[in-house]
């Protein structure tokens, strides 16, 4: 594989995109390169990007985790592949770090949001089973992209507010989950 090159994050307002088929391999190509840079590490593919055919940003979202200790060690690891903490307002504290960049493949230029978060804690779990429902469940995800859908048709076009105008419908869901 070719060394990856991750260029600085490319600011977009929040917008609606078709699944588009590229992403998952687009994933692939980061995680080897985020777990080939440090075996210490754990990549995985989150967030619509993720999920066959969800609609959605278009930001590839990766969670890298790291053992009991090890943040400095993933917080390296990334900004050696080049990838930038996380600009704006309200960005996630450096105990819980964003990292994001953009990576230039496959003819276009994807965004990246990279959450590093200790392996197998509370939120890496949810992460993932959130992930899994919207896998498993075509209504669950088509409730999805029409509430985000639905949250740019109110105008919303500021990515953080997008965030937290989803963020109800992943409770909600995560609730669900939490109690079958």
Not at 57 to 83: P, Q, R, S
Not at 105 to 113: A, D, K, M, P, Y
Not at 148 to 153: F, N, P, S, T, V
Request: net charge neutral.
């Amino acid at each position: 594989m070719s060394t990856v090159r991750i260029q600085p994050y490319e600011v977009k307002p929040a917008a609606f995109l078709l699944y588009d088929e590229r992403w998952p391999r687009v994933a692939s190509i980061l995680i080897e390169a985020i777990e080939n840079r440090d075996p210490l590490l754990r990549a995985e593919h989150v967030g619509s990007t993720s999920v066959p055919e969800c609609g959605g940003k278009g930001v590839i979202d990766l969670v890298v985790t790291y053992t009991n200790g090890d943040l400095a060690v993933a917080k390296a690891a990334l900004a050696k592949l080049g990838f930038q903490p996380q600009h704006g307002r309200d960005p996630f504290p450096e105990s819980r770090p964003m990292r994001e960049g953009c990576l230039t493949t496959l003819g276009s230029i994807f965004r990246v949001h990279v959450h590093v978060i200790e392996r197998d804690c509370e939120e890496h779990r949810q992460l993932v089973a959130f992930r899994d429902a919207l896998r498993s469940d075509p209504s669950l995800r088509r409730a999805y992209e029409a509430d985000k859908q639905r949250i740019l048709a109110s105008g919303v076009t500021d990515s953080l507010d997008y965030c937290y105008a989803k963020g109800e419908f992943i409770t909600s869901t995560l609730s669900v989950i939490a109690k079958s």
